[in-house]
């Protein structure tokens, strides 16, 4: 039996889309194959996460990587771990390029010092023959940028799986819950990246009324009004709760590798407000109100007030449904099994 060594990030990261995305191939994967699982890690620490990456993972692969078929790196911050290994088959996960975004934007600092570290490592992705990306954006990046072969390179989707989660209330939601049956809520999943443009989404907020915001993800510079709600690292069992109670999903995120949260916010049929996007227009079609940088606030805000039809939440539904297990593993059989 086909035996996969797969390097996963720390397991406090299990909320996040890389974590999801690699979490839902091992799911598919171990029908057919042996897969050993190895963490960076169970920390937040960033020293402890370090020590795993840097230390442990090399030295790991360098005397039991021969001892396995395949192995799988998680993402592009792991690509340098190629060079300890000894498995007869490498397969690397990107899941998105940026570096044409932080050369055309004005990013943070520490966003460029990430960077820096990611161009070392695509430094090494010439070298690798078996290349898994989630979109056709990624691809094309990977091939215009990297001058990569697209030969070597596989699109596979994020799967989306909620089918054996329930939604589940948390004490976090108390507040939030008082004002429910007042307003309209619309849900925002982002991060002080500045690819999220969070100013926008704020300047969207300020003018807003009568409309709950509801914000998940790790936000430093909060605004305290009433009508804002903010929730970190939360389970899926409490996303899928905030979904349900959701009317409108909204992203101003000015690039995705994929764009995740957009699909699941759909799966529970949301309406979804998002920029017009290369990689949104891929993996939404005509499923989403798309917006520009030239898409007036009034407008965007016109947008989160206007009520969804019934045909219109089934059209989003059966969208996501394009990203569930059984349709991914089905059209992309071929490229799970290079894996």
Same mark, same amino acid.
């Given at each position: 039996?086909?035996?996969?060594?797969?390097?996963?990030?720390?397991?406090?990261?299990?909320?996040?889309?890389?974590?999801?995305?690699?979490?839902?191939?091992?799911?598919?994967?171990?029908?057919?194959?042996?897969?050993?699982?190895?963490?960076?890690?169970?920390?937040?620490?960033?020293?402890?996460?370090?020590?795993?990456?840097?230390?442990?993972?090399?030295?790991?692969?360098?005397?039991?990587?021969?001892?396995?078929?395949?192995?799988?790196?998680?993402?592009?911050?792991?690509?340098?771990?190629?060079?300890?290994?000894?498995?007869?088959?490498?397969?690397?996960?990107?899941?998105?390029?940026?570096?044409?975004?932080?050369?055309?934007?004005? @990013?943070?600092? $520490? &966003?460029?010092? =990430?960077? %820096?570290? /990611?161009?070392?490592?695509?430094?090494?992705? #010439? *070298?690798?023959? !078996?290349?898994?990306?989630?979109?056709?954006?990624?691809?094309?990046?990977?091939?215009?940028?990297?001058?990569?072969?697209?030969?070597?390179?596989?699109?596979?989707?994020?799967?989306?799986?909620?089918?054996?989660?329930?939604?589940?209330?948390?004490?976090?939601?108390?507040?939030?819950?008082?004002?429910?049956?007042?307003?309209?809520?619309?849900?925002? @999943?982002?991060? $002080? &990246?500045?690819? =999220?443009? %969070?100013? /926008?989404?704020?300047?969207?907020?300020?003018? #807003? *009324?009568?409309? !709950?915001?509801?914000?998940?993800?790790?936000?430093?510079?909060?605004?305290?009004?009433?009508?804002?709600?903010?929730?970190?690292?939360?389970?899926?069992?409490?996303?899928?709760?905030?979904?349900?109670?959701?009317?409108?999903?909204?992203?101003?995120?000015?690039?995705?590798?994929?764009?995740?949260?957009?699909?699941?916010?759909?799966?529970?049929?949301?309406?979804?407000?998002?920029?017009?996007?290369?990689?949104?227009?891929?993996?939404?079609?005509?499923?989403?109100?798309?917006?520009?940088? !030239?898409?007036?606030?009034?407008?965007?805000?016109?947008?989160?007030?206007?009520?969804?039809?019934?045909?219109?939440?089934?059209?989003?539904?059966?969208?996501?449904?394009?990203?569930?297990?059984?349709?991914?593993?089905?059209?992309?059989?071929?490229?799970?099994?290079?894996?």
């Amino acid at each position: 039996m086909h035996k996969i060594l797969w390097i996963m990030p720390s397991k406090k990261s299990n909320y996040s889309g890389v974590y999801k995305y690699n979490e839902e191939l091992i799911k598919i994967k171990k029908k057919k194959s042996i897969i050993h699982v190895l963490h960076t890690g169970n920390s937040k620490l960033y020293l402890i996460t370090f020590f795993y990456k840097f230390i442990i993972l090399p030295s790991y692969l360098l005397f039991y990587s021969n001892k396995f078929d395949s192995l799988v790196l998680p993402e592009e911050g792991y690509i340098f771990l190629r060079l300890f290994s000894f498995a007869k088959k490498n397969t690397i996960i990107i899941h998105d390029y940026r570096e044409s975004f932080i050369k055309s934007n004005k @990013v943070k600092f $520490n &966003e460029k010092i =990430k960077q %820096l570290y /990611l161009d070392i490592n695509f430094l090494f992705l #010439s *070298k690798c023959k !078996n290349i898994v990306v989630p979109s056709n954006f990624t691809k094309n990046q990977l091939i215009k940028y990297l001058s990569i072969n697209s030969d070597n390179i596989y699109v596979i989707p994020n799967i989306i799986n909620f089918l054996k989660k329930k939604p589940k209330y948390n004490s976090k939601f108390q507040n939030l819950k008082k004002n429910l049956k007042k307003i309209k809520t619309v849900m925002c @999943v982002t991060s $002080n &990246e500045t690819r =999220k443009n %969070l100013k /926008l989404l704020y300047k969207i907020i300020r003018k #807003s *009324k009568n409309i !709950n915001f509801v914000i998940v993800g790790n936000i430093n510079n909060n605004l305290n009004l009433n009508n804002v709600f903010y929730f970190r690292n939360i389970s899926d069992e409490n996303l899928i709760y905030l979904f349900k109670i959701s009317k409108v999903f909204l992203d101003v995120s000015l690039y995705e590798g994929f764009g995740r949260t957009l699909v699941e916010a759909q799966y529970f049929k949301l309406k979804v407000v998002c920029f017009d996007t290369e990689t949104n227009k891929e993996i939404l079609s005509n499923t989403a109100t798309l917006i520009n940088k !030239n898409t007036k606030i009034k407008k965007i805000i016109n947008y989160l007030n206007t009520n969804s039809s019934s045909n219109q939440k089934l059209r989003f539904f059966k969208n996501s449904k394009k990203y569930s297990q059984i349709s991914v593993y089905k059209k992309f059989k071929k490229e799970i099994n290079e894996i």
